[in-house]
């Protein structure tokens, strides 16, 4: 039997424990199959991979992926009582049942400290320096990039110019990009086979990205990079470090499938070598620990989290990379699926 003691399982049966005195569990439950009131504050969760005992009034929040059966109304109630929101989510289910409590300020409330910080110019901006710098390292294979070029967006202080800096640097990346796979005349927003792939790719890492940042309490219509709110802005925000995961796919997908074919097959191909090369085992130098390149999408919300929740001064997005000497940044999170390092 499980209980919650700890700051991460390796399992990732729960998925985030503040460093703070008194600091709450977020728990997430894989496939719950049995629910049971064990004592007076002790529930019982039965899940695909084991069992799970845990005090309701040491948790933030609960999500339910793919569960069957029946949600007591008597843990709903509990649950409401003790503020702790509860989730319930398929994979083929755009957005999840929540039942929320009464809204109230509070220390813990995390999505009132998102919205002030996406008011404070600085932050937001430092928030959004801070990403596009990521989405752009992870491609450095392909898009060498001086520090000359890095020291002036990290000079932006408005969102107009770091969007400035990504586009003339997007522009610069796609001609490489399309050109390696044999096509150097395609754009980016050119309608095609390789646009509808990536696209699609691009949905998929959304649903992966909106099932975190929902069960870490964050809007994910309220973005730092992306301005406008009646989009996920932020869950796009988020797939930004990770944007090189679809492009990657594409061109091993299109080693084995023709461009000038069927577009659906590409795109089928692409979807399929992306959720292949999601399971591929990778060192974060940040956390030194290895784990499936999945969890970088879930390490991407912890980091912002512990950003906005002041747990970290600075958001350090969790990247692939290899391991060297010398002192890691410091970070107040852990990312689900530990590996031992080799």
Known sequence: MTE???????????????????????????????????????????????????????????MFYGASGQIPVTLIDELAVRRVPLLVHRRNIGRPAIFLPAPRADSEDILTKQIITRTNRTKRVYIART?????????????????????????????????????????RYWRIYF???????????????????????????AGVILRWLLIHRLSPSHGFLHEGTDYMGLVYDLMEPARYMIEEALAAACGTQSVDGDSDMLTKAS??????????????????????????LHGNVLALRAYLTGDMRRLVIPSEGERKGGRPPKVSYRLPGDMPVR
């Not at 504050?41 to 005090?55: C, I």
């Not at 399971?279 to 499936?292: G, H, L, S």
Request: aromatic share 8%.
């Open 4 to 62: 919650i003691n700890e700051f991460q399982h390796p399992d990732s049966i729960w998925t985030w424990k503040s460093n703070r005195r008194g600091g709450k569990a977020t728990l997430w439950l894989p496939y719950v199959s049995q629910v049971e009131k064990l004592r007076k504050n002790t529930w019982r969760f039965s899940y695909n991979g084991g069992e799970v005992d845990t005090d309701l009034s040491k948790l933030d929040c609960v």
């Open 131 to 171: 990403l596009v710098r990521e989405r752009f390292r992870a491609v450095e294979h392909k898009l060498p990039t001086p520090s000359a070029v890095y020291g002036r967006l990290a000079r932006a202080r408005s969102l107009g110019q770091v969007r400035v800096w990504e586009a003339e640097q997007s522009r």
């Open 179 to 205: 050109s390696q796979l044999g096509h150097p005349n395609v754009t980016r927003r050119e309608k095609g086979p390789l646009a509808a792939a990536l696209d699609a790719g691009s949905m998929f890492l």
């Open 271 to 296: 979807l399929s070598m992306l959720k292949n090369q999601l399971e591929k085992v990778v060192y974060v130098p940040a956390t030194r620990q290895r784990v499936r390149r999945k969890n970088l």
